[in-house]
């Protein structure tokens, strides 16, 4: 028996899955470079486990090396926008959708797109702190794949914030 060199899941999920042909293939591509881009980092930022120590000494030194490019800001006004409503006040999604743990550094997300802090590395903390809270929630079965078309600019936004931070690293 031959084994096969190369794997399609979108192909097989579509053909397979009831209702997977509603996975929209941007949304399959934009899950499958954030695999990619979490692992790339896990292996530059030398971890396989990017607790907030990790995060914290990466948005560190990323913030020495380098302005914020402008895909980050843009990254950041993004979750701005998303997270924090009208009135000032974080949003129910971000109050409870992101099933934040306890080692995460959720004081610094708050301050950040509550603008109460515009240091850098704040700044970059809390962008790594809520593509991994993404991640997590996508590869540990809280967010289902039918809410993927829904999630998928959510998940290019943190596919972007990764790179851009990687680029200063």
Not at 41 to 58: D, I, M, N, Y
Not at 129 to 152: C, E, P, V
């Amino acid at each position: 028996m031959a084994l096969a060199d190369t794997f399609e899941a979108y192909s097989w999920f579509t053909a397979k899955v009831p209702y997977g042909g509603d996975l929209e293939p941007l949304s399959y591509k934009t899950v499958a470079s954030l695999a990619f881009l979490c692992a790339y980092f896990e292996e530059t930022a030398g971890s396989t486990s990017p607790q907030k120590v990790t995060l914290r000494s990466c948005a560190d030194m990323a913030a020495i090396r380098g302005p914020l490019s402008r895909p980050l800001l843009d990254a950041l006004a993004f979750w701005i926008a998303r997270y924090v409503e009208p009135g000032g006040q974080l949003s129910h999604n971000f109050r409870a959708g992101m099933n934040w743990r306890r080692g995460d550094d959720r004081a610094t997300v708050e301050a950040v797109l509550l603008e109460q802090t515009n240091a850098p590395a704040d700044q970059i903390m809390a962008l790594l702190t809520l593509a991994y809270r993404l991640r997590n929630n996508l590869f540990h079965g809280l967010k289902g794949w039918r809410d993927l078309n829904d999630q998928r600019q959510n998940l290019a936004v943190a596919c972007a914030a990764l790179a851009g931070v990687m680029e200063l690293l």
